[in-house]
Nanobody
Framework: VQLVESGGALVQPGGSLRLSCAAS????????MRWYRQAPGKERVRIAT????????NYEDSVTGRFTISRDNAKNTAYLQMNSLKHEDTAVYYC?????????WGQGAQVTVSS
């Protein structure tokens, strides 16, 4: 089982990035997918969820209207489109798959927003 994030980078404030999470080793289309982030010195926070059927929850108020979670079950991949990035979005971003008690984490992708 693997979840591999990609797309993390250094970006200027106001810029955009798209993170990808490629899944393998399990039936991706049966799992809800989530994105979390962990800023330096802070706890890991859930920021968005997309269910296996495509219903979307955004938990983190600070990303509403700027970030969009999506998935492509044919490609076994989840995405996080991040627009209008701010300094405070700097964090390691993790994808997470869950179905009942079964859950998997990716290794994380660093996003740094700095001028």
């Amino acid at each position: 089982v693997q979840l591999v994030e990609s797309g993390g980078a250094l970006v200027q404030p106001g810029g955009s990035l798209r993170l990808s999470c490629a899944a393998s080793g399990f039936n991706f289309s049966n799992y809800d997918m989530r994105w979390y982030r962990q800023a330096p010195g802070k706890e890991r926070v859930r920021i968005a969820t997309i269910t296996n059927t495509g219903f979307i929850y955004n938990y983190e108020d600070s990303v509403t209207g700027r970030f969009t979670i999506s998935r492509d079950n044919a490609k076994n991949t989840a995405y996080l489109q991040m627009n209008s990035l701010k300094h405070e979005d700097t964090a390691v971003y993790y994808c997470h798959a869950r179905r009942g008690t079964a859950m998997y984490w990716g290794q994380g992708a660093q996003v740094t927003v700095s001028s």
